[in-house]
């Protein structure tokens, strides 16, 4: 938890075995779930995230059936979380292009407001027939 809030940070992942163990291992603690989303990964993607869930109860594994694009990662981890009662989520590149350590800086000033963003959610699910 972060200023009272369950955070929730949202990984879309495509072929990412390289950097995903190490964007999973410096997510700061006070992070509640970190929700991974394969997009039909062809390496060892899923199979890093499933061994490192096993020893971190906040991993989230979920993988898509074909590959969709990351809009699409990015929407299902957004799902995932409004159907976990997340109250901020944000999302981070698997390769590492944002520093976790970063996070804060993002994460003060949501935490600090409501957002809504349901619709936008319930939006795609119609659109998508999910």
């Known amino acids: 938890m972060h200023l009272e809030k369950k955070i929730a940070v949202v990984i879309p992942a495509h072929n990412e075995e390289k950097l995903i163990g190490k964007v999973i291992e410096t997510m700061p603690d006070y992070v509640d779930f970190i929700v991974v989303v394969d997009d039909q990964s062809q390496d060892q993607t899923v199979a890093i995230v499933q061994s490192l869930a096993i020893s971190n109860k906040k991993i989230v594994c979920l993988e898509h059936e074909q590959?969709?694009?990351?809009?699409?990662?990015?929407?299902?981890?957004?799902?995932?979380?409004?159907?976990?009662?997340v109250d901020v989520t944000a999302v981070m590149a698997a390769d590492f292009q944002m520093d976790p350590e970063d996070l804060p800086n993002i994460l003060e000033p949501v935490c600090r407001v409501s957002v809504i963003i349901q619709k936008v959610i319930d939006c795609f699910e119609a659109s998508h027939g999910e």
């Open 67 to 85: 590959n969709r694009g990351v809009g699409a990662a990015i929407a299902t981890g957004y799902i995932w979380a409004r159907d976990h009662q």
